[in-house]
């Protein structure tokens, strides 16, 4: 017979491969919605270049940056292989390009609250069955999904090249402001690898992230409470 302590170790053994397998689960959907997203928005627009490359995919490998997946698993921020945009197909390139890159963010802002609706809904049944393993696993892998895209969104959002928010203040700046950035816009992940590492960053982001996600488990949770005051 197995000790006690033998049991316990395979339990949490198991717990832990069924946390991380949900981790990455989340973090490849997230990654690969935005960059799809990117892509989509991009075609819309005019430009076939994702279309082309084989980047209007739901293949999670034709989109990972191992070091932007590893972060997504270690720091819940983190970033995909670029789509790549040729602002030249664009009417505007400028708007154009901004519009491509919030196509990004808002893709996984929306991710998260479809995720945390169909939590709602999803926390009926689990509540019904006094807490069934199985569907404790599929609430507890949308909610890992919601936190992992809104963080995602948030991250892109920051005006710092080259991630989406730079883009999208590249915008309104003057053309002359506009090329100077796109000069060195090489040098920005090397900058902002180091902010990551130096923890600057977290303290504006957690805050950003909690604020976001309070607001989308309210909207979330309407389908639980309303069923369930249906039922009883």
Request: hydrophobic share 55%; proline share 6%; aromatic share 12%.
């Amino acid at each position: 017979m197995h000790s006690f302590q033998e049991f316990f170790s395979q339990s949490f053994q198991w717990e832990g491969l069924v946390n991380l397998l949900i981790q990455v689960a989340a973090v490849l959907l997230c990654l690969t919605v935005h960059e799809t997203c990117h892509g989509l928005a991009a075609l819309a627009l005019g430009d076939p270049t994702a279309k082309s490359q084989h980047r209007l995919s739901l293949n999670p490998l034709r989109h990972l940056d191992f070091f932007g997946t590893l972060m997504m698993l270690v720091a819940g921020f983190g970033w995909a292989k670029p789509v790549m945009v040729n602002p030249s197909y664009f009417k505007n390139p400028k708007s154009g390009m901004a519009l491509t890159a919030l196509a990004g963010p808002v893709s996984n802002f929306l991710l998260a609250l479809l995720a945390l609706l169909v939590r709602g809904f999803v926390l009926v049944p689990y509540t019904l069955t006094g807490g069934s393993t199985a569907v404790g696993y599929v609430i507890q892998f949308l909610e890992t999904l919601a936190v992992l895209s809104v963080g995602l969104g948030l991250f892109n959002l920051i005006p710092f090249p080259p991630l989406d928010g730079s883009k999208v203040a590249e915008a309104f700046l003057p053309d002359r402001i506009y090329f100077q950035i796109l000069r060195y816009e090489r040098w920005g992940m090397v900058v902002l690898v180091l902010l990551l590492w130096s923890g600057v960053l977290d303290a504006p982001l957690m805050a950003a992230q909690r604020w976001v996600l309070d607001w989308m488990v309210r909207v979330g949770n309407l389908p639980y409470f309303g069923l369930m005051g249906l039922l009883y």
